[in-house]
């Protein structure tokens, strides 16, 4: 197959990140150009021996499959509507706007375009490992989802997965706590110094009637040294917890495995360090990596899905994450933060992209 070609617009933190993933890939991917403004943004696109355009019209002239949006999201809509414009496939990681009133501004003109999202949580292998398992019926009918993800709109997109709700509208409980923690690594690297930081806890439930989703994170909980990420997935004849799978074989035998990472590299093994998949005991795989042996850890394994995902897409493949399930994720993480506001329930109200 030919190498899909690529364009990037930024060369901020999460455009580096993919641009890491583009290169370890190379034997599926081609980045044809950068699109940078300024100094720095020059200088960045250089240092990774790319293509530095100067306009938008010169990514166009380029005729990549697709371009990937990485930019700030005071600027993401107005450039996903000059790319939809121009029919040009987009691949989005930017949250593209603030309010509901941009929400049906960018639904009504760009519904349909050829847009999607790098909603990459989902993909993570042991998320994904989580929701194979889930999916399988092995579980039963599963009614609650119980999670610690950071972002919200990231969890939001984990637990409607999950629990199988679309883009239902749920009553919306929040609260936010603010508590002392000890810094940790940031995007920047280890902490400095010992030194107390405020720490903002958000603990939201969407309750849809008859299954529930809950989330408890606090500001960095997933660089932490010493938070726990945790993760319940509940059914009718079984539950997952963290990486413990209890279900029921029949009405009296329980049955329990692990979710057990397989990484090459360890000990006198000299395959390369990457990850082969996430296996359930005798159960077999519940995911395999499909990027092994590229050395990428489970977020570039997630983001490379999406990136793999829209090249299919681009091709004739289906749609997997379109402009109306991000603004779903969006539009359920602005009405968490209302209830968290109004300190009560809030029942989300409808919009054109829910159902």
Not at 102 to 124: C, K, S, T, V
Not at 305 to 324: D, H, K, N
Request: proline share 5%; with cysteine; glycine share 10%.
């Amino acid at each position: 197959m030919n190498k899909t070609r690529v364009g990037v617009v930024g060369t901020g933190w999460r455009a580096q990140f993919f641009l890491r993933i583009l290169h370890a890939l190379e034997d599926r991917f081609e980045v044809v150009g950068v699109v940078c403004r300024g100094a720095e943004a020059l200088e960045q696109a250089c240092a990774w021996g790319e293509n530095a355009l100067g306009t938008h019209e010169a990514m166009v002239d380029l005729a990549p499959d697709y371009v990937l949006l990485c930019v700030d999201r005071e600027n993401a809509g107005p450039l996903m509507r000059w790319y939809g414009a121009r029919d040009i496939p987009l691949l989005v990681e930017t949250f593209p706007a603030k309010d509901e009133e941009e929400m049906r501004g960018l639904y009504g003109d760009l519904n349909g375009a050829p847009i999607q999202f790098a909603e990459q949580y989902m993909h993570q292998p042991l998320h994904a490992a989580r929701i194979a398992c889930a999916q399988s019926g092995l579980l039963g009918d599963v009614y609650q989802v119980q999670t610690s993800i950071p972002n919200g709109y990231h969890a939001v997109a984990v637990q409607r997965k999950l629990l199988g709700v679309g883009r239902k509208c749920p009553v919306i409980c929040a609260n936010q706590y603010a508590h002392a923690m000890l810094n940790g690594p940031g995007r920047g690297g280890d902490p400095t110094e010992d030194a107390l930081v405020t720490a903002n806890q958000v603990l939201f439930q969407l309750d849809y009637g008859s299954c529930q989703a809950i989330n408890d994170v606090e500001d960095n909980q997933h660089r932490s040294f010493f938070r726990t990420q945790h993760f319940v997935v509940r059914g009718t004849r079984g539950e997952i917890r963290e990486q413990s799978v209890l279900y029921m074989r029949d009405i009296v035998t329980p049955c329990h495995f692990q979710l057990e990472r397989v990484v090459a590299g360890g000990g006198p093994n000299l395959e390369g360090l990457f990850l082969r998949g996430v296996r359930g005991g005798g159960e077999g795989w519940y995911y395999r990596n499909p990027f092994m042996p590229a050395r990428l850890a489970d977020d570039e394994i997630a983001s490379a899905t999406c990136l793999v995902q829209m090249a299919e897409y681009v091709r004739g493949g289906p749609s997997f994450y379109p402009l109306a399930e991000e603004l779903m994720d969006m539009y359920l993480t602005l009405m968490i933060d209302r209830a968290i506001e109004a300190g009560t329930k809030v029942a989300v109200p409808p919009q054109p992209w829910t159902e």
